[in-house]
């Protein structure tokens, strides 16, 4: 299994960006894929989580009602929306996999899941 993260760059606070975590060799169709950060001298942090069989989708508190996790089946590509943009959301953003369905306190530990993708810089200027 491949992941690959995309879509990060530099924006001004209050703006808006899309991160995109593209799969092979797994569907995410099943399991739960997860987006986590980590700023620079931070340890890795949960950001958003979601199952798609059965649903349930999961957020930290810092993010919830800013960032948005979505999926394209066609293009078996997760998303991460990500609005009203904050400084303290600058971080390396990775995209990762766990082939289970995982409860809420399973989804936000990294240790949870099997795969990672290689990271994508967000800066937010303020």
């Known amino acids: 299994v491949q992941l690959q993260a995309s879509g990060g760059g530099l924006v001004q606070a209050g703006g808006s960006l899309r991160l995109s975590c593209a799969a092979s060799?797994?569907?995410?169709?099943?399991?739960?894929t997860g987006w986590f950060r980590q700023a620079p001298g931070k340890e890795r942090e949960f950001v958003s989580a979601t199952r798609w069989a059965g649903g349930g989708t999961f957020y930290a508190g810092t993010v919830k009602g800013r960032f948005t996790i979505s999926r394209d089946d066609a293009k078996n590509t997760v998303y991460l929306q990500m609005n009203n943009l904050k400084p303290e959301d600058t971080a390396v953003y990775y995209c990762a996999v766990s082939r289970r369905r995982e409860i809420a306190s399973q989804a936000s530990m990294a240790g949870t899941y099997d795969y990672w993708g290689q990271g994508t810089q967000v800066t937010v200027s303020s």
């Open positions: 060799g797994h569907t995410f169709s099943y399991g739960t």
